[in-house]
């Protein structure tokens, strides 16, 4: 055995560089100012990088304003994750019975879940422990809604609060990490593998499919994200065509005032809006048209005039907003004769009318996205538990989701079918679920190359086209099955270890992966109710 003095050059410089990263981190751990639960959140999530990227860190409340619209100007936005450390984990019959100092979760009755109205009511309190005070735990108390029971032999292994933003919604959720012996994934009776194609087709009745799929006995199947989904991205787009267009008039018309007025303007106004021309984000012009309002008009008259507009509006069926010139006639008639008091409440209207727009679209994107994910993780769990071996294709969905840089309509309109179809997120739901058992193939000329006689198409009049016919043999196929049929022969010929993607996964994806002792490890995210900030809560279209 060689002494620490024989070491080669890179030995000893590899060891002294790993033994300064864990000094350093001790010593960031103690002065961070971070509970033991949140920094490991933090550890984690830079350990997951990929090599070569510089984890960008963004420090709790350091949102951008960009998604900021309607929210007031000195409001304090807040997002990320407060964890807690539950050293050697708790069970779930602890913290059910709150004798956890760790986590503790109101249990509910068993028939709660026999019913589908149960399950949507299945509301109940939980305690999370955020810190230590006088030697007692701190406690962070929250209404969760429960959307499935937990595992009565499972154990929590993490927990904790994370804080997202929905337009101006602001949703909490408490998200457990739980393993047990009942998510264990059951070999199947015999070795089977599954080749599976992932793109983005868009169906003659407005399906997309998302991935295709051959396993080694031939059974074919294609995964279709219905139209209902895909309607629903759509819409919320439009929504946010139509507040564009809106902010677009509003920000006009506050430039040509500016240019008139002069010196008449307020004087922080005029520098606020210094370079309007050049504006794309609305909260600069939101902001503008609260302080505006507040000084110039008060709060409580434009309340007052607000509640009369949308009353009149709503009895006619009317949207409440409308052009200037007809906003400007209804408060003539409501005694409101100067001109800059005018502008003032149009774009307070504006600003009433873009927080519904925002708000809408976003919700309506995000229940888009949570039932697609939803989708999702029901076909990876079926994959991963019928077949013994999932090959998926190597291709990075990160570069072909960037906009091409030419503004071409058609190229525009197929990147936002594959951003709507997600095939990315797809994939990586298998791999998750699948664990050990995926592995990673090459995708060049896997849909040219002719499974029949290996024959590389490079010729096609309609490359774009499903089922192509090979220049070698003559034979039809379709593409998506044609690629999948190569990979089951390059895996039968030798090819299945090369690439193994396994692996355990990381916190809100712990699906199907192993805890090291045998059992599965299956993340649980409860939502909590949700809390507002403010208000009221025959051609195909291929892409690959």
Not at 237 to 264: I, K, M, P, Y
Not at 445 to 454: A, I, K
């Amino acid at each position: 055995m060689l002494g620490e003095s024989q070491w080669p050059a890179d030995w000893a410089w590899s060891i002294a560089a790993e033994g300064n990263a864990t000094e350093r981190r001790k010593t960031e751990r103690a002065t961070c100012g971070l509970s033991p639960g949140t920094y490991l959140l933090v550890e984690q999530a830079i350990d997951k990088a990929p090599p070569g990227v510089e984890p960008q860190f963004r420090r709790w409340g350091d949102v951008a304003r960009i998604d900021r619209r309607g929210a007031p100007a000195d409001e304090t936005v807040l997002e990320g994750r407060v964890g807690v450390q539950i050293q050697g984990g708790v069970t779930v019959a602890e913290a059910l019975s709150g004798l956890s100092t760790a986590l503790r979760i109101e249990p509910l009755p068993a028939e709660t879940w026999a019913t589908n109205y149960g399950r949507r009511h299945a509301y109940a309190t939980a305690r999370i422990r955020i810190g230590m005070g006088d030697g007692s735990p701190m406690w962070c108390a929250l209404r969760v809604h429960l959307h499935r029971p937990l595992p009565s032999d499972g154990d929590i292994r993490q927990a904790w609060i994370s804080v997202r933003h929905d337009g101006r919604r602001t949703r909490y959720r408490l998200q457990l990490v739980v393993s047990a012996d009942s998510f264990a994934r059951i070999p199947p009776p015999e070795p089977r593998v599954i080749a599976i194609d992932f793109g983005w087709r868009v169906k003659p009745n407005g399906d997309t499919r998302v991935a295709y799929s051959v396993d080694d006995v031939g059974t074919e199947r294609e995964y279709v994200l219905p139209a209902e989904v895909r309607g629903a991205f759509s819409r919320a787009d439009s929504l946010r065509g139509f507040s564009d267009d809106h902010f677009n008039h509003a920000r006009a018309t506050l430039e040509q005032w500016l240019g008139v007025a002069g010196e008449a303007a307020p004087a922080w106004m005029r520098e606020a809006a210094e370079h309007i021309a050049q504006w794309r984000q609305h909260w600069r012009l939101v902001d503008i048209a609260e302080r505006w309002r507040s000084e110039l008009v008060g709060d409580l008259h434009a309340q007052v005039l607000w509640k009369e507009w949308i009353s009149e509006r709503k009895a006619v069926r009317l949207d409440l907003f409308a052009p200037r010139t007809e906003i400007d006639e209804w408060l003539v008639a409501h005694s409101e004769t100067d001109a800059t008091r005018r502008l003032c409440f149009y774009l307070e209207w504006w600003r009433k009318k873009e927080t519904h727009l925002y708000d809408y679209a976003t919700t309506m994107r995000a229940k888009a996205e949570r039932r697609r994910a939803d989708l999702y993780r029901v076909w990876a769990r079926e994959i991963a538990t019928r077949y013994s071996a999932v090959l998926v294709e190597d291709t990075d969905f990160r570069k072909l989701i960037r906009k091409a840089a030419t503004e071409d309509e058609t190229a525009d309109h197929l990147h936002r079918i594959q951003r709507d179809a997600s095939p990315g997120d797809l994939r990586r739901s298998i791999v998750e679920a699948a664990g050990h058992s995926a592995a990673l193939v090459p995708a060049q000329d896997s849909t040219r190359r002719c499974h029949r006689c290996r024959y590389v198409n490079t010729a096609w009049k309609h490359p774009e086209a499903r089922v192509q016919c090979c220049a070698g043999c003559g034979v039809e196929w379709d593409q998506d099955s044609n690629a999948c049929r190569n990979w089951l022969a390059s895996w039968g010929e030798g090819l299945g270890g090369d690439g193994s993607m396994g692996g355990s996964r990381a916190p809100e994806n712990h699906a199907g992966s192993g805890d090291g002792r045998g059992r599965s490890t299956e993340a649980f995210e409860l939502a909590l109710k949700d809390r507002s900030q403010s208000g009221r809560q025959d051609a195909e279209i291929v892409g690959l």
